[in-house]
């Protein structure tokens, strides 16, 4: 890509050269986050555990457990934005670390004194999905002001890199950590991770940009509106949050039944399920290095609608997969889902990024989020109360046909005509719906 003039929203980025690996504050960044991805990975194997074998919970308590986690999305998710724009990102995303260090902390003592309950679960699970609702829309909205705009598809692509291979990792160290401390005592490791991540954030020198003073008139339902106005009125955004919505409805269903499928339909140990999905992880890792080159290569537009429809279409297999050797075909499936997703994701972010005006960038990020991760909750009861009714492998064939049938939303866009992204939308760029 070539290079670009640098507009108001790059102050404050670093110049050293062309290269993320030779930029301080990025690597700050990019490492701590790394720690804290691998120790979410390992609570992802973990939670769903002790509500499994030491709490005995339900096919539908687990879909339930998995509903609260990202409940939050659905319901604050907006306010966040607008509260994110207001105020120092970086800020937000520190105190939320250490607000899920205290909580996802609580489950091993608790557990440890012989009192944990579903109930804490859910509370455990509600509430550090709180607090990831805030960091994430704060991290997304805060990298296009750490980064240039000409390295922004290179920053989400290790960025998206550093996520799957903590799902690579992650949940193989879950998995060791479960066998040898139980499932209670391996989310300590989470716990640790968070406090690394906020070190590295400490440590960034960077001066983030205040952000732009509130008019008088202007509230913080106003601020809301105006970002939704903002993602509803373009056209190809709001196709994106209609794919990326869609997907994550089924995605919620096929998640919230993975460790179901494996330990009562498979008969994987429970001290193996994380190695088992450490290897789907391996796509993801493939799909956040080989990102940049397939958009270069395709186009990193038209990457958008190939990622979902052609891809990923494999991914079905996953449901095939049957007790002994043929438990490989769930791997083989997810990693390919994992694969697809991740080039898909580091090409609509870099998209969204790319149009957005910075003044907006949190806001808009929050509305994605709203809706894309709101369904989320709502694909996991589903998947629970099919599950309960129907069975788990047939559920898991509709859920991975139907992730792969949301790319039809942005295949019939103004996305099939273009190959490429635009360039990044200057700071002075009026709010206007196309």
């Known amino acids: 890509m070539t290079e670009v003039a640098k507009d108001p929203q790059d102050v404050g980025a670093e110049t050293e050269g062309p290269s993320l690996w030779r930029q301080r504050d990025f690597m700050l960044l990019w490492s701590g986050q790394t720690v804290s991805e691998m120790g979410s990975a ?19 308590e687990v879909g339930l457990l998995a509903a609260a986690t990202t409940a939050a999305f659905a319901v604050i998710a907006l306010p966040a934005g607008a509260l994110v724009d207001r105020g120092s990102k970086r800020s937000i995303m520190t105190i939320c670390n250490i607000l899920r260090l205290l909580v996802i902390g609580s489950v091993p003592v608790v557990a440890a004194l012989g009192t944990l309950t579903m109930t804490q679960l859910y509370l455990v699970a509600v509430t550090a999905g709180v607090c990831t609702v805030f960091f994430d829309v704060s991290y997304q909205s805060y990298v296009p002001s750490l980064i240039r705009a000409d390295l922004r598809m290179d920053a989400n692509g290790k960025l998206g890199t550093t996520q799957a291979f903590a799902q690579l990792g992650g949940p193989g160290l879950g998995g060791g950590l479960v066998a040898a401390f139980g499932a209670a005592g391996a989310m300590t490791a989470d716990a640790i991770s968070y406090l690394v991540s906020v070190v590295s954030l400490y440590g960034i020198r960077a001066r983030e940009e205040a952000p732009p003073a509130r008019r008088a008139d202007e509230t913080l339902r106003s ?74 290569k395709i186009g990193s537009a038209r990457i958008i609608w190939m990622s979902m429809l052609v891809f990923s279409a494999p991914q079905v297999v996953a449901a095939a997969a049957w007790p002994g050797w043929g438990v490989l075909l769930f791997p083989l499936g997810w990693g390919i889902a994992y694969f697809a997703g991740m080039v898909y994701n580091v090409a609509q972010l870099s998209y969204r990024q790319s149009v957005t005006p910075p003044e907006l960038m949190g806001r808009m990020n929050a509305a994605v989020r709203w809706v894309v991760w709101g369904t989320l909750p709502l694909g996991s009861i589903l998947g629970g109360v099919l599950g309960t009714l129907i069975g788990v492998r047939p559920v898991l064939w509709l859920a991975f046909i139907g992730s792969w049938a949301a790319g039809w939303f942005v295949f019939f866009s103004p996305l099939r005509h273009m190959r490429d992204v635009p360039q990044p939308a200057p700071a002075s760029a009026p709010v206007v719906t196309r």
């Open 42 to 60: 390992v609570t992802q194997i973990a939670l769903p555990l002790v509500a499994v074998v030491a709490l005995n919970a339900s096919t539908f």
């Open 223 to 296: 601020q809301i509106t105006e970002g939704l106005r903002f993602v509803v009125g373009h056209k190809i955004l709001r196709r994106v949050v209609a794919c990326t919505g869609t997907a994550n409805l089924f995605n919620g269903m096929s998640s919230a039944l993975a460790m179901i499928f494996l330990v009562r339909v498979l008969h994987v140990r429970p001290g193996l399920t994380g190695l088992v999905m450490a290897g789907a992880a391996v796509g993801g890792i493939a799909g956040g290095v080989f990102a940049g080159r397939l958009a270069k």
